[in-house]
């Protein structure tokens, strides 16, 4: 389902003859602005807009997947970002695929959250040829911030998120 997030398009264009080999696993919750429905699609997708950020799919508590960004569009879900050793490219919003979960470093992800976003991630496996599958803790890392680069080091998926459950 391709769920509408406002006027403007909050995506661009990827750069030419980029294949999109990564996929990024985000979370995030809506608990700074609404201590009331921390969890609240409406209120996730709310402070996306806001804050001029997006993601290709997001997945709320119950498995629901919306789809936020055309994948052959280059959604602003990573920021100032570098892979791991050895692959090191930076730029990674031009080559990967945004997947925001809704949860929190707090309370565990739903097993329908899980099963959703396998689904997910094997239909795009289907589609493309993925060879990473990172949190964004992995690619928006301290170092960066050390060098000036960012002003935070990322949690997400946070420590909640079990890497066993899902499809690599």
């Given amino acids: 389902m391709l769920l509408q997030v406002g006027a403007r398009n909050l995506w ?14 985000h979370a995030m919750n809506a608990s700074g602005v609404s ?34 960004v055309p994948e052959e569009k280059m959604a602003w879900h990573a920021g100032i970002s570098k892979m791991p050793y050895p692959d090191c490219r930076d730029s990674v919003n031009h080559f990967s695929i945004g997947i925001e979960l ?6 565990p992800f ?12 094997n239909d795009i496996k289907s589609r493309r040829r993925i060879k990473y599958i990172l949190g964004h803790s992995e690619i928006s890392t301290q170092e960066l911030v050390d060098l000036g680069l960012r002003r935070e080091a990322k949690w997400d ?10 499809n690599r």
């Fill in 12 to 25: 661009g264009e990827r750069p030419e003859n980029v294949e999109i080999d990564t996929i990024v696993i």
């Fill in 35 to 68: 201590s009331r429905f921390p969890f609240s699609l409406r209120k996730c997708v709310r402070i996306l807009k806001d804050y001029d950020v997006s993601v290709h799919y997001i997945i709320d508590r119950k498995g629901r997947i919306y789809q936020l």
């Fill in 102 to 107: 809704i949860g929190s470093e707090e309370v």
């Fill in 110 to 121: 739903e097993e329908r959250q899980y099963q959703a976003l396998n689904l997910l991630i």
């Fill in 157 to 166: 998926p946070g420590k909640q998120f079990d890497w066993n459950k899902i």
